[in-house]
């Protein structure tokens, strides 16, 4: 089956994670978001927001989740290691 499908529709106001470590998620999504100009709207004891994902200690676990962010080109993202902070060139 096709579907001609407009990509420009915005089909989700926001999603919400919930995670058992809040703090290690909160370094984790500033650390990958940095390089694609998506700052913390909000950060808090129990989570943070970026855009339109909600992280948060106070929701229930579940997984596992992939989530997939839109970059302006791959060098942004390219060589990206979450396990170390991520430089811009």
Do not use: C
């Not at 999504?29 to 940095?34: A, F, K, P």
């Not at 929701?59 to 970059?71: K, L, M, Q, T």
């Amino acid at each position: 089956m096709t579907v001609d499908w407009d990509w420009s529709r915005i089909v989700f106001d926001h999603v919400k994670i919930g995670v058992r470590d809040a703090e290690a998620s909160r370094r984790f999504y500033r650390t990958v978001l940095e390089p694609l100009a998506i700052p913390p709207l909000w950060e808090a004891n129990h989570g943070g927001q970026y855009a339109n994902l909600v992280v948060s200690a106070n929701a229930e676990p579940g997984g596992p989740i992939h989530v997939a962010f839109v970059a302006s080109f791959d060098a942004r993202v390219s060589g990206a290691d979450t396990r170390q902070p991520v430089r811009q060139a």
